[in-house]
């Protein structure tokens, strides 16, 4: 329980520590002074810099070569809510800036939405009005629903590949859910793909509740385990307390391969090479949970613990 001296003590300022780690093709950053943020490494790397769960709140993001945000651009997509998020990224610097919804965002779920609004909205939103906002071209960002995109982060640069899935395991009856019956069939569209986007984790990585529940989707874990070249990285959110970046190392004893399967049935040469690896992400950056008070005081959008996770890969990182 928190004491009252702390409660109504004068609030100290905030603290950025600096926590980061080493891949055999990156450096990940999860926690630098915004100020002054890690150096980009070079003109040999690209900086991918990772947001979600910002729900319609704005703050201060390092610069890099490539923004991802991956799902709840607003705290109900209203269009009010949904154009300070676009405003927002619009006045960001980085080049390439690519979006999902998420389950929060409610009006881009339209045939949901028009079953669904009265439930959370008084007044009903036009989705065509707020999708029209959202995916934009004039806007300097991509938005991607269940959809594909190639880029290239500088000229003459690598052509990277990018999906982008809002969709996650029913949570509560919000936008963007699907039953597990559902589950195979959402999750088997992603296609091998550098960077991957999707709202909700998969299952075991970065998805822990605070009542210690691990709520990320199977389905979606056991279909990157039999990807031939599974993402480099893959960015998701929705549970805010899970916040953190790991290296996940696809082997071939990984527990998601399923037990009639031969994990290298689809990696011919797996035994060749070294196993894969995928940075796995989770970029909320609205606090929630025991990192969201310091000494009594509530932890902003992107603060301590939340910020946003930066990611220098090799340009001749290969999956």
Not at 122 to 137: A, F, H, M, Q
Not at 177 to 183: D, F, Q, R, S, V
Request: charged letters at 20%; proline letters at 9%.
């Amino acid at each position: 329980m928190t004491s009252l001296v702390s409660l109504f003590s004068r609030p100290s300022p905030l603290r950025f520590g600096k926590e980061s780690f080493k891949t055999r093709n990156a450096t990940v950053h999860t926690a630098y002074d915004p100020g002054h943020p890690p150096p980009h490494p070079g003109s040999l790397w690209t900086r991918f810099v990772c947001l979600s769960d910002t729900h319609s709140e704005t703050f201060q993001v390092p610069p890099g070569d490539v923004l991802l945000h991956s799902g709840d651009l607003s705290k109900l997509g209203t269009y009010d809510q949904s154009k300070i998020t676009i405003d927002w990224l619009r006045s960001l610097p980085h080049p390439v800036k690519i979006i999902i919804a998420g389950n929060h965002d409610l009006p881009l779920h339209e045939s949901w939405y028009e079953a669904q609004y009265h439930v959370f909205h008084r007044t009903k939103e036009i989705p065509s009005r707020i999708r029209k906002l959202v995916d934009n071209e004039s806007n300097g960002i991509v938005y991607l629903q269940d959809q594909q995109y190639t880029f290239q982060a500088k000229d003459g640069g690598r052509e990277w590949s990018v999906y982008g899935s809002p969709w996650q395991p029913w949570f509560h009856g919000w936008a963007f859910n699907y039953t597990p019956e559902e589950a195979q069939a959402r999750v088997s569209l992603i296609p091998e793909v550098d960077i991957l986007l999707t709202h909700g984790p998969p299952s075991t990585i970065l998805d822990t509740t605070l009542t210690n529940q691990h709520v990320g989707c199977p389905e979606l874990l056991a279909h990157l385990s039999k990807m031939q070249k599974p993402p480099l990285i893959h960015c998701f959110g929705h549970i805010h307390e899970a916040h953190g970046a790991i290296v996940h190392v696809w082997d071939v004893n990984d527990p998601a391969t399923e037990p009639n399967q031969s994990a290298t049935e689809d990696r011919s040469n797996f035994e060749a090479k070294q196993p894969s690896e995928t940075i796995m992400v989770n970029a909320a950056n609205q606090p929630i949970g025991y990192k969201a008070f310091s000494n009594g005081v509530r932890i902003p959008c992107g603060g301590p613990g939340f910020q946003p996770v930066i990611i220098d890969l090799l340009d001749s990182a290969q999956r």
